[in-house]
């Protein structure tokens, strides 16, 4: 479809095919179909969408205290953590509370302000911060659309690197993200989708094949102006919406199981 609407022939099998269209395709597959995932609904399409249940926060186990100064002290727990991040020390006897990481040399210890007082050997490192004390680490995907504590939205979230970040107080969270291109099957995209993602290869292939700025951008206007917000509107259709009017039975219909 994309060839056609460009006005090239079509090949039989790009994987099989070593010459130019094929060739760019394959290039560029991935690329669109990423970019074809990410826009849409703000809630992803509803065929891409995952739920992630229970993502643990994020933490380490502890194994040695160790004196790094007077002021300071080591910490060996494998870790993600960096200089300036504030980590919550729990399951101690000497060492409970929150603390400034000072540096980081490796990934398996920290150094933290904290006067060196035994070895405990033991306890639980957890990354935290002033603003948004909790962190969770995000899925594979292309985006994360929404996460919940116990069914209810968290509203104050922002993504940092492979993390979700909050300061809802819990030890778990859920999240509804969209699957990254390798976890879509194909044979699932809804023809809505389809449209959308064919129409996008035409216009990465405008350039590439035929030297058309200008088809180029007529590509691009007809997809973010017409194409996209039609399947969006479509992908929207594809629910069960609870009726709450009461017109069935104010025509005299019965609301009663009849036997």
Same mark, same amino acid.
């Given at each position: 479809m994309a060839?056609?609407?460009?006005?090239?022939?079509?090949?039989?099998? $790009?994987?099989?095919?070593?010459?130019? !269209?094929?060739?760019?395709?394959? +290039?560029?597959?991935? $690329?669109?179909?990423e970019e074809s995932l990410f826009s849409g609904p703000e809630q992803g399409w509803k065929f891409a969408r995952r739920r992630f249940h229970g993502i643990d926060r994020d933490s380490s186990a502890i194994t040695?205290? +160790?004196q790094e100064s007077a002021t300071t002290t080591t910490v060996t727990s494998t870790h993600t953590l960096i200089a300036g991040d504030m980590v919550e020390?729990?399951?101690?006897?000497? =060492? #409970?509370?929150? =603390?400034d990481v000072v540096s980081v040399s490796t990934t398996v210890s920290f150094v933290i302000t904290a006067t060196f007082v035994a070895d405990d050997a033991t306890g639980t490192a957890k990354w935290t911060s002033e603003e948004f004390a909790y962190r969770? *680490?995000? !899925?594979?995907s292309t985006r994360v659309t929404? $996460?919940?504590?116990?069914?209810? #939205?968290?509203?104050?979230?922002p993504r940092e690197g492979d993390y979700v970040l909050t300061n809802m107080e819990d030890e778990e969270v859920d999240m509804l993200y969209v699957a990254a291109? *390798? +976890?879509?099957?194909?044979?699932?995209?809804p023809m809505h989708f389809v449209t959308v993602l064919w129409?996008? &290869? *035409?216009?990465?292939? *405008? =350039?590439?094949?035929?030297?058309?700025?200008?088809?180029?951008?007529?590509?691009?206007? @007809?997809? @973010?102006?017409?194409?996209?917000?039609r399947a969006i509107g479509m992908d929207n259709r594809e629910q069960y919406?609870?009726?709450?009017?009461?017109?069935?039975?104010?025509?005299?219909?019965?609301?009663? &199981?009849? @036997?």
């Open positions: 060839l056609t609407r460009l006005g090239e022939k079509p090949v039989s099998n $790009v994987d099989t095919d070593s010459e130019n !269209p094929s060739v760019v395709i394959n +290039a560029i597959w991935d $690329v669109v179909l040695v205290f +160790a020390i729990t399951g101690t006897t000497s =060492y #409970d509370g929150t =603390y969770f *680490a995000r !899925p594979t929404n $996460v919940q504590v116990g069914g209810v #939205d968290i509203t104050d979230w291109p *390798a +976890a879509v099957t194909i044979t699932n995209f129409r996008t &290869l *035409a216009s990465h292939l *405008a =350039y590439d094949l035929v030297q058309n700025i200008n088809l180029q951008n007529q590509l691009i206007q @007809e997809l @973010e102006r017409i194409h996209i917000p919406v609870r009726e709450f009017s009461k017109s069935w039975t104010e025509v005299g219909r019965t609301t009663s &199981l009849i @036997e």
